[in-house]
Each structure stands twice: as C-alpha cells, then as structure tokens.
C-alpha cells in the first residue's frame, strides 16, 4: 500500500506551516464532536481543543449480540450510510464502509454474522501514529479525525488492526451536514458522535431496534447501572483482537 499522501503538495505544505506556526490555530466545532481548523484571529482561541464539550465521566461503548444479528440483514449498514452520507461501496475492498458485516464461523463451524466498525479504542494506535494530530480521541472515549488536519498518510490505515479507518478516492457526492467528508481524508464510524450529543443513540442502533432485532445496545461503559454496563455484568461479552489490549469500547456476544 502506497504511503504518498493523495492531497495536493501545495494543501499539505500549506495545512503543514499552518500546524507548525506555534499552534496558532484553534478549533471550530460545526457539530458536535467535530472541529474544523480556523485561525486563532478568527476565534480568539490559543490552541484547538478537540476534545471541549465531550463528559470525561462518560465512556461510550456498543454490545453487539451477534446471536441476534441476521446474516441478510443491513439495516445498521443503511441506517449509517444514510446518516453520515457515504456511498454504496462500488469496491468493497477500496471504497469506503464506515460498518462491514463480516462472515465468520465459530469452533462449532455455526456461521456468526458480525457487524464491524472502529472499536473507539482506550488505547487507539490511530492517533498514535498519527502525524498532525488529526486522530484524536474525545474526553468521553470517541475517536474521530479532524479532516482540516489530515494530509492523507494513511498511517491511521495501516496502524488499525481492525481495518476500520478508509480514504475516499472517489470525487465525493452531496454530502450529509452530519458529517464533513473530502477525497484523501481518512474516516471511520464516530458512534454517530452529533446524534450522541443530542442525547439520541447512533443510528445502527435505533435502526436495529425498529427493525425488532436489538442485537446492538449503546450506553455508557464506565456507568455501573447503565444498560449496556448490567448486560455485559449479567451474560458477559468480549472484544476482539483482545490480545493486543486497545481495549476496545465495541463488546460482542455469542463470538466465542
């Protein structure tokens, strides 16, 4: 896989001086969660703060009961398609699928169907590696990308042992206004992080639930009497990849 960013030297240089000039840029929320870069004239703020208005005390987390989970449906799929605005992929091995059902069977050889997005890691090598900052992880445990900052590295990419993060290489259609997307700008599920703080739940899993499957349930990780914390106290569940201890915020049943 190439390493050449895909944006144009000029941006790059340009996003590049901007970021190296003693921090003199400063964030400008045009939702929830998600910053763009405006000069500090324009906003009076020393430095960006990606992380303002998210709860600290909160982390965010899904259960997904695979054992609910019907191999033929995409309802969770369609439902985020249509609310961050990507496309139906036209290669499903380059373009872009913020959720992927994958097939898997387990050691019984019974098929589990498996929706996979990015875990929101506690310990997310996306930002590690990432050069600009541009992956950061919110204070309530979501991870997003500032498309304002990424020069398109695709370190993220590589770093992610999920294979959750894509780039578009497509010139992109109309896009949703709940999420800012650009051609050679990496992306991946943010928990639907405008409608979370909304106080409303991602749209996979409201779409799940009207569809009378429930195999997903979103709640608060770190609060014991949340309804995700007791189902997972109650009938258990695990991460995977568990060995490399990112400690996923994504929890599954009926994988093991």
């Known amino acids: 896989m190439s390493r050449e960013p895909s944006n144009c030297p000029s941006r790059r240089r ?28 324009e906003t009076n703020e020393p430095t ?30 369609s439902a985020c398609r249509q609310e961050n605005g990507w496309e139906e992929p036209r290669d499903p091995d380059k373009d872009p699928q913020w959720i992927r059902k994958m097939k898997l069977t387990d050691q019984r050889e019974e098929p589990i169907s498996l929706p996979l ?9 996306c930002a590690s590696v990432c050069p600009t900052q541009a992956t950061f992880k919110r204070a309530d445990g979501i991870v997003l990308v500032d498309k304002h900052r990424c020069i398109g590295c695709r370190y993220c990419m ?36 405008q409608r ?13 639930a009207e569809q009378g499957n429930k195999a997903l349930l979103f709640g ?4 014991p009497q949340s309804s995700i914390s007791q189902a ?5 569940g695990s991460t995977i990849r568990a060995e490399l201890r990112l400690e996923p915020a994504v929890h599954y049943q009926g994988i093991v």
């Not at 901007?18 to 929320?29: D, E, I, W």
């Not at 998210?54 to 969770?76: Q, V, Y």
């Not at 608060?220 to 609060?223: E, K, S």
Request: charged residues 20%; proline residues 8%; contains cysteine.
């Open 196 to 208: 979370i703080d909304r106080g409303e739940q991602p749209a996979c899993v409201e779409r799940c």
């Open 158 to 193: 590589i770093a992610c042992p999920f294979q959750a993060r894509f780039m578009p290489q497509r010139p992109l259609g109309t896009a949703s206004p709940n999420h800012p997307r650009a051609k050679g700008a990496a992306e991946g599920c943010t928990l639907c992080v």
């Open 117 to 125: 997005m990015c875990q929101h890691c506690k310990h997310p090598p």
């Open 14 to 41: 340009f996003l590049l001086q901007a970021l190296g000039a003693g921090g003199a840029v400063a964030g400008m929320t045009i939702a929830p969660g998600v910053v763009l870069i405006s000069t500090a004239a």
């Open 48 to 77: 960006a703060k990606p992380g303002a208005g998210a709860d600290a005390a909160k982390r965010w987390g899904l259960l997904i009961d695979t054992r609910r989970c019907a191999e033929d449906c995409s309802a969770c799929i």
């Open 220 to 223: 608060d990780l770190n609060d």
């Open 232 to 236: 997972l106290r109650q009938s258990g």
